[in-house]
Structure formats: structure tokens, C-alpha cells
């Protein structure tokens, strides 16, 4: 394998390309004329524009990416994640091409990419799932039935859904029938498919993930848990490893449930089995994401490895260079991730100038950045400028360097997600690791962030007056 097309942008495309060149392996960038001077465009050996800003005329057809790939005698393709990342379409549209896909086989893609038949294929294995019905349905009295059976509150989602879309919470059957209308025109609207399930209503969970990788040799290894359950609209924002509240015994028996659910696919690469852990610490199988996490990093930093060459390494045949024993954890890692977005206005993207961006530096701290101070941020896109991650030897150590990280980290021009970090890693909840996925809205309080960035602002005033005077004493010195 000598040459890579990453085809993503900002800082997933950067971080690939990383791994890529300490590989030896030369990487081409794609991007869209929005992109044309961005980072991971500089940062590739070869560069090719695919198109118009909107990520239906550039970054989502792929057939111009399997274009310049054959142009370029590409030998693989790394999706990175989102985009053409979990489209079986896709995949399969590089295999016809005698192009490596690194990630998973179509097959897999198709089959944990719906819910429903995810969760066909690993009932054999016999893992917890949340009690619901196993069937797309769109009757509102076959809903009424199955809500009355299981309990309410209950959760009306989305077969092919992901990210909070088509997903709603019921709390009383009087609002079954206008939620349920609600989900299924969303999930059409979202995704195509209006198919919608239900299940019961965890009311105080974790999110708790897996990374698991599998080889073409039968391997299948786990890579620890990842705590993902700060989240704002149903969308992680703060993700740890290890978590807080795992014992080794839990962590063994979701670590053997997640590579199960690898094997119910045949999976092949790096992925990520979600869970719902309840207030007596009982799990649910969730999903399977088929390719590279967001947070994969704190995965990483734990066990020690590299997540991007491993999947490398797999799509050309190696079988895993370590055993499930081998591997154990070290440290604490956190992260956070860094939208352009205004967590004083119910976290709607900020779209601006970066003006100033300076990102921190220092022992422990790990930025996956795909932006430059100058740089507009692009209104097409999802607004993630980068993934400001910490390590310590603890909990505690990551979080006190966390803080730090984020006050050195300057960005002045749009809103960002950093003053709601503090907040978070501040908080009595997070610290005592006594939270769930309702964090935000049991703990979120707008005043107290104002009020932070009250004070912050004051003490940069007084330091930039205080800056002033001395430079004015300098300048008056010798005239005196």
C-alpha cells in the first residue's frame, strides 16, 4: 500500500494523514472550493478538488472520489468519519474498482447500519437488549399496544437514524400519536426511510462505548470502554477513557458482548458497539458504528496504540500485532470536542472569522486540529474545529490539565464550545463521575457560564491595563 486518498476534510483528514506519512505511505487529499486552502489540502502529497461547497456536489460523491483515486493510482481509501464513511454503496463501489475500503466489508455496513437488523443479528449471542419490539412500525394503535406492554416513558426511533434525528421521547400515551408522526417524518426527511421502533425509555443512562478492532484472520480485540455520556441534542461533546464507574468485571463482560457483536457481522477494521448502562449498572446493547470514532483518541492514549495504523495494517491483510492480554489500560484521558457553536444560544453553530486561534501546548495535551488563525469556518459543514484531548496519570490530573488546556486555548471571532468544557469539568457531577446522559439539562446553567465569562473577562481587561501602563513606563524612561 503506497499512496492513500482520505476522503474527508479538516481534522480527521489531518490525523489520517499523520499516521499515513510515520507509514511511509504518501496520502491525496480531496476538497471542495470552500476548503481550497485548508490545512489537510496543504498537508497531502496531492490534492485534488471534487467540487462545490455543499457536500452533496463534493465530499459525498463518490463517484468523483473513485475517479481521481484511479487517476492518481491510489491503492486504498480512508473515509475518516461521517461523509461516505458507513455507506455500503460506497464501499462496495471500491471494491468493484480493485481499490482497498479501510473499514469494514459492505456487508457489515449494510446490516449494523440499520437498527433493526443490528439487532436481529446479535440476538443470537444472547446480549442484553433494551426490551421493545424487533419490527419497523408505523401503526399508531399496534404503537399504543406495544407502549402499554413495555411501559412508558418510551423511545420512538429511527431504524437508519443516528445523531439524534428521528428520536423521541414519550412520556405519556396522549403524546404517542403526535410524536410518533414526528419521528417518522424526521427519520424520512433525515435519512430516506421513515422507519421507526420502540423500546423503553432508559430514564438515567451512561453511554458507555467499546472500540473493538477485528483482522481478516478471526482476531477480534476490544480496546476498553469510553464514557460518551455529556451530550448536547443527543450528540457527545465530552468523552473519557477509561470510565469513571466501570468495575474490571463489567468492563470484561462488555468488552466479550462488544466483540460478539463484531463476530454476529463478520466485521472486519476498527469500530464501536454503544451501550446503555442503567442506575444498577445493567447493559444494553445500542449500535455498532462501522468505522473510526470521533473520540478515538482517549481510546488510544489509554491502551497505547495506534487506531489509524492498526486499520491500516488490517485492510492489507495483517493479522493484529498484540493479544486481548497484552493490552491494558494506563492513565486517564479526556476530551473535548471544540464546535464553533454558541453554548449560549442553545449550542447553534457560530460561523465566522477566526480571527485569533492559538492552539494550547504543552505535556498531556493532544489537539486534533483542522483549522488555521485567518480562516473563515465554512457554514456546509458539521462546525468542529478540533478535538482539544488531555492525559494524566488520573482522573483528577486530566481534568486539572484539561482546565488549563482550555484557558490557553485562544480563539477570538466566533463562539465556541470551550466555555461549556469548563463548565463541565468544574462541575461536582462530572467530578465525582455522578452523571448521565441528562447532564445537560439537570445541570446546564446558562447564568453560571455568563457569569464565568464575566470574571474571565474582567481579568483579561485588568491583565491588558496592567500590560499598558508597564509598556507606557517603558516608553516614557528615557525621556526622563
Not at 476522503?7 to 476538497?31: D, L
Not at 473513485?66 to 475518516?80: R, S, Y
Given at each position: 500500500?503506497?499512496?492513500?486518498?482520505?476522503?474527508?476534510?479538516?481534522e480527521?483528514?489531518i490525523?489520517?494523514?499523520?499516521?499515513?506519512?510515520?507509514?511511509?505511505?504518501?496520502?491525496?487529499?480531496?476538497?471542495?472550493?470552500?476548503?481550497?486552502?485548508?490545512?489537510?489540502v496543504?498537508f497531502?502529497?496531492?490534492?485534488?478538488?471534487?467540487?462545490e461547497?455543499?457536500?452533496?456536489?463534493?465530499?459525498?460523491?463518490?463517484?468523483?472520489?473513485?475517479e481521481?483515486?484511479?487517476?492518481?493510482h491510489v491503492d486504498?481509501?480512508?473515509p475518516?468519519?461521517?461523509?461516505?464513511?458507513?455507506?455500503?454503496?460506497?464501499?462496495?463501489?471500491?471494491?468493484?474498482?480493485?481499490?482497498?475500503?479501510?473499514?469494514?466489508?459492505?456487508?457489515?455496513?449494510?446490516?449494523?447500519?440499520?437498527?433493526?437488523?443490528?439487532?436481529?443479528?446479535?440476538?443470537?449471542?444472547?446480549?442484553?437488549?433494551?426490551?421493545?419490539?424487533?419490527?419497523?412500525?408505523t401503526?399508531?394503535?399496534?404503537?399504543?399496544?406495544i407502549?402499554?406492554?413495555?411501559?412508558?416513558?418510551?423511545?420512538?426511533?429511527?431504524?437508519?437514524?443516528?445523531?439524534?434525528?428521528?428520536?423521541?421521547?414519550?412520556?405519556?400515551?396522549?403524546?404517542?400519536?403526535?410524536?410518533?408522526?414526528?419521528?417518522?417524518?424526521?427519520?424520512?426527511?433525515?435519512?430516506?426511510?421513515?422507519s421507526?421502533?420502540?423500546e423503553?425509555?432508559?430514564?438515567?443512562?451512561?453511554?458507555?462505548?467499546?472500540?473493538?478492532?477485528?483482522?481478516?484472520?478471526?482476531?477480534?480485540?476490544?480496546?476498553?470502554?469510553?464514557?460518551?455520556?455529556?451530550?448536547?441534542?443527543?450528540?457527545?461533546?465530552?468523552?473519557?477513557?477509561?470510565?469513571?464507574?466501570?468495575?474490571?468485571?463489567?468492563?470484561?463482560?462488555?468488552g466479550?458482548?462488544?466483540?460478539?457483536?463484531?463476530?454476529?457481522?463478520?466485521?472486519?477494521?476498527?469500530?464501536?458497539?454503544?451501550?446503555?448502562?442503567?442506575a444498577?449498572?445493567?447493559?444494553?446493547?445500542?449500535?455498532?458504528?462501522?468505522r473510526?470514532?470521533?473520540?478515538?483518541?482517549?481510546?488510544?492514549?489509554?491502551?497505547g496504540?495506534?487506531?489509524?495504523?492498526?486499520?491500516?495494517?488490517?485492510?492489507r491483510?495483517?493479522?493484529?500485532p498484540?493479544?486481548?492480554?497484552?493490552?491494558?489500560?494506563?492513565?486517564?484521558?479526556?476530551?473535548?470536542?471544540?464546535?464553533?457553536?454558541?453554548?449560549?444560544?442553545?449550542?447553534?453553530?457560530?460561523?465566522?472569522?477566526?480571527?485569533?486561534?492559538?492552539?494550547?501546548?504543552?505535556?498531556g495535551?493532544?489537539?486534533?486540529?483542522?483549522?488555521?488563525?485567518?480562516?473563515?469556518?465554512?457554514?456546509?459543514?458539521d462546525?468542529?474545529?478540533?478535538?482539544?484531548?488531555?492525559?494524566?496519570?488520573?482522573?483528577?490530573?486530566?481534568?486539572?490539565?484539561?482546565?488549563?488546556?482550555?484557558?490557553?486555548?485562544?480563539?477570538?471571532?466566533?463562539?465556541?464550545?470551550?466555555?461549556?468544557?469548563?463548565?463541565?469539568?468544574?462541575?461536582e457531577?462530572?467530578?465525582?463521575?455522578?452523571?448521565?446522559?441528562?447532564?445537560?439539562?439537570?445541570?446546564?446553567e446558562?447564568?453560571?457560564?455568563?457569569?464565568?465569562l464575566?470574571?474571565?473577562?474582567?481579568?483579561?481587561?485588568?491583565?491588558?491595563?496592567?500590560?499598558?501602563?508597564?509598556?507606557?513606563?517603558?516608553?516614557?524612561?528615557?525621556?526622563?
Amino acid at each position: 500500500m503506497k499512496k492513500i486518498l482520505v476522503a474527508n476534510r479538516g481534522e480527521i483528514a489531518i490525523r489520517v494523514m499523520k499516521t499515513a506519512e510515520k507509514m511511509g505511505i504518501k496520502t491525496v487529499a480531496v476538497f471542495s472550493t470552500a476548503d481550497r486552502h485548508a490545512p489537510h489540502v496543504k498537508f497531502a502529497d496531492e490534492a485534488v478538488c471534487i467540487g462545490e461547497p455543499p457536500s452533496t456536489q463534493s465530499y459525498l460523491r463518490g463517484d468523483k472520489i473513485i475517479e481521481v483515486a484511479k487517476q492518481l493510482h491510489v491503492d486504498a481509501i480512508h473515509p475518516g468519519y461521517g461523509f461516505l464513511s458507513e455507506n455500503a454503496e460506497f464501499a462496495e463501489l471500491c471494491e468493484q474498482n480493485n481499490i482497498v475500503f479501510i473499514g469494514p466489508r459492505s456487508k457489515a455496513i449494510k446490516i449494523m447500519g440499520s437498527k433493526l437488523a443490528a439487532k436481529e443479528a446479535v440476538k443470537h449471542y444472547n446480549i442484553p437488549m433494551v426490551p421493545g419490539v424487533d419490527e419497523a412500525i408505523t401503526d399508531i394503535s399496534k404503537a399504543k399496544e406495544i407502549a402499554e406492554k413495555i411501559g412508558f416513558p418510551i423511545l420512538i426511533k429511527a431504524s437508519a437514524g443516528g445523531g439524534g434525528k428521528g428520536m423521541r421521547i414519550v412520556e405519556k400515551e396522549s403524546e404517542l400519536e403526535s410524536q410518533m408522526n414526528r419521528a417518522i417524518s424526521e427519520a424520512t426527511s433525515a435519512f430516506g426511510d421513515g422507519s421507526v421502533f420502540i423500546e423503553k425509555y432508559v430514564t438515567s443512562p451512561r453511554h458507555i462505548e467499546i472500540q473493538i478492532m477485528a483482522d481478516s484472520h478471526g482476531n477480534i480485540l476490544h480496546f476498553f470502554e469510553r464514557e460518551c455520556s455529556i451530550q448536547r441534542r443527543h450528540q457527545k461533546v465530552v468523552e473519557e477513557a477509561p470510565s469513571s464507574i466501570l468495575t474490571p468485571e463489567l468492563r470484561h463482560k462488555m468488552g466479550e458482548a462488544a466483540v460478539l457483536v463484531a463476530k454476529s457481522c463478520d466485521y472486519l477494521g476498527a469500530g464501536t458497539v454503544e451501550f446503555l448502562l442503567d442506575a444498577d449498572h445493567n447493559y444494553y446493547f445500542l449500535e455498532m458504528n462501522t468505522r473510526l470514532q470521533v473520540e478515538h483518541p482517549v481510546s488510544e492514549i489509554i491502551s497505547g496504540v495506534d487506531l489509524v495504523e492498526l486499520q491500516i495494517r488490517v485492510a492489507r491483510g495483517e493479522a493484529l500485532p498484540m493479544k486481548q492480554d497484552d493490552l491494558k489500560i494506563h492513565g486517564h484521558a479526556l476530551e473535548l470536542r471544540v464546535y464553533a457553536e454558541d453554548p449560549l444560544n442553545d449550542f447553534l453553530p457560530s460561523v465566522g472569522h477566526l480571527d485569533t486561534y492559538k492552539l494550547p501546548v504543552g505535556k498531556g495535551i493532544r489537539v486534533d486540529n483542522g483549522y488555521e488563525e485567518g480562516m473563515d469556518i465554512p457554514i456546509y459543514y458539521d462546525p468542529m474545529l478540533s478535538k482539544l484531548i488531555t492525559y494524566g496519570k488520573s482522573r483528577e490530573e486530566a481534568i486539572q490539565l484539561m482546565l488549563k488546556a482550555i484557558s490557553d486555548y485562544d480563539i477570538q471571532g466566533v463562539k465556541t464550545t470551550l466555555p461549556f468544557g469548563t463548565y463541565v469539568f468544574e462541575h461536582e457531577a462530572f467530578r465525582s463521575g455522578n452523571f448521565d446522559t441528562n447532564f445537560v439539562k439537570k445541570h446546564y446553567e446558562l447564568e453560571a457560564i455568563k457569569e464565568h465569562l464575566k470574571v474571565e473577562e474582567k481579568i483579561a481587561a485588568l491583565i491588558a491595563l496592567k500590560k499598558y501602563l508597564e509598556d507606557q513606563k517603558l516608553v516614557r524612561l528615557p525621556n526622563s
